[in-house]
């Protein structure tokens, strides 16, 4: 098993990444309990899965689980859910010595980490994270949230994990696209921070798709190693956290005006995001030719569709771009994007002209 420590002044808590250590979570857990009672909020589809193992593996160490499932859908990851889900809790009589568990992916860990971060002003929570999305991104780094009409991810906090357990084991059953959607948010590692990984990615990522063991723990360590580098550094994105950010303000868009329909899931949407920032770096003379076609080419040789669907093919610019407005990082008409100088290196672009952008729309995207 690796463990990962994240730690700074704020911050302290490991990241375990293993395979086949979801069996032994009772005895994992044990240490970081104040009381031997656990809600786990879990996806329905896990539940059905995988309850089996991990409720005798938490008898075994005589911790008293109490499992509530959630059928997971970004459209329903709201506010309502959150208030339906505190009753819950509620009605169960929850205390500020009992511990919540987000066993799930990254809708369900978004939700269950907010509502861990409010309920009783604050609840232990620990992650343990079912796709592959949320084992290299969302369980670690504690943005917590969920979306609001005006917009994607808009209400919510910074909550920390008291641990992150991951095992690649559950993956085996996640469906390729949901694999491939985990694989964006994995390249972009490699593209803001990482060459090396970019490279390795670029002859080994197709065996972390096909489900190979060993790939699939490293792509997960690496991708866990710079998302908590950048996290110590960086808690509440006052910085160089917004780095992770590469293709989201337009990913955002995109499924806001998808109304979060699973034609495009977030993964997806993130890798035409990554394409459209790595074509305007291009547009704009940051990275070169060579690099913006070995992006490209990757996604499509792993797979990833990296165009806009069919239905938002012929989408006005001004509606996009005013899309790209809501998101958080957009401040008084002009955009903050993430734009690319070279594979592994990006930087945060302040004050990019809405009027530059409407221009270059077209380029970008077609
Ligand atoms: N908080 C953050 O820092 C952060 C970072 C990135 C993404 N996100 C959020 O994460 C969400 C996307 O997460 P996701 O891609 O994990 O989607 P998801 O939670 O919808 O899970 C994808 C699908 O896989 C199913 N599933 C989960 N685990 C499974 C398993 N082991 N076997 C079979 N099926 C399984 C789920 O039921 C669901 O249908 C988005 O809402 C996005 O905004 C948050
Ligand atoms: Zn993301």
Excluded at 1 to 25: E, F, P
Excluded at 129 to 152: I, R
Excluded at 187 to 193: A, D, P
Excluded at 330 to 353: C, M, V
Aim: charged share 25%.
């Amino acid at each position: 098993m690796k463990t990962i420590k994240l730690k700074n002044k704020q911050i302290n808590y490991s990241i375990l990444i293993g395979n086949g250590i979801y069996k032994s979570t009772g005895s994992i857990l044990k240490k970081y309990l104040i009381k031997k009672r656990v809600f786990i909020i879990c996806d329905l589809v896990v539940f059905n899965l995988y309850k089996k193992n991990l409720s005798t593996s938490l008898k075994r160490s005589r911790i008293e689980a109490i499992f509530i499932p959630i059928k997971v859908d970004e459209r329903k990851k709201n506010i309502a859910t959150v208030s339906t889900l505190s009753s819950k809790l509620l009605s169960f009589n929850i205390d500020r010595k009992d511990t919540i568990i987000a066993f799930g992916g990254g809708i369900l860990g978004d939700i269950v980490g907010f509502t861990a971060s409010i309920i009783l002003r604050g609840v232990n929570y620990i992650q343990i994270p079912t796709t592959l999305l949320s084992q290299v991104d969302s369980s670690v780094g504690g943005k917590t949230g969920v979306n609001s009409s005006y917009g994607k991810n808009l209400i919510g906090t910074f909550y920390q994990p008291k641990l992150v357990i991951i095992d690649t084991d559950v993956l085996n059953s996640l469906p390729r696209r949901e694999l491939l959607s985990g694989y964006a948010e994995i390249i972009k590692y490699g593209i803001i921070k990482d060459i090396k990984f970019f490279r390795w990615l670029l002859k080994n990522g197709y065996k972390v798709i096909e489900g190979n063991n060993n790939a699939k723990i490293y792509a997960i360590y690496r991708s866990c190693i710079i998302k908590a580098q950048i996290v110590e550094a960086d808690e509440k994105e006052q910085g160089i956290r917004a780095l992770l950010n590469l293709g989201h303000t337009f990913g955002h868009a995109i499924e806001s005006l998808n109304e979060f329909k699973k034609n495009i899931i977030h993964g997806e949407a993130v890798a035409i995001g990554i394409r459209f920032a790595t074509k305007l770096s291009y547009l704009e003379g940051y990275i070169s030719n060579l690099d913006y076609n070995k992006i490209v080419s990757h996604f499509n040789d792993i797979g990833l569709k990296n165009t806009l669907p069919k239905n938002l093919n012929n989408i006005s610019a001004k509606k996009f771009v005013s899309e790209m407005l809501k998101d958080k990082k957009a401040i008084d008409e002009s955009l903050t994007l993430i734009l690319i100088k070279r594979i592994g290196s990006a930087f945060i672009k302040k004050d990019y002209s809405q009027k530059k952008l409407l221009k270059l729309f077209k380029e970008i995207t077609k």
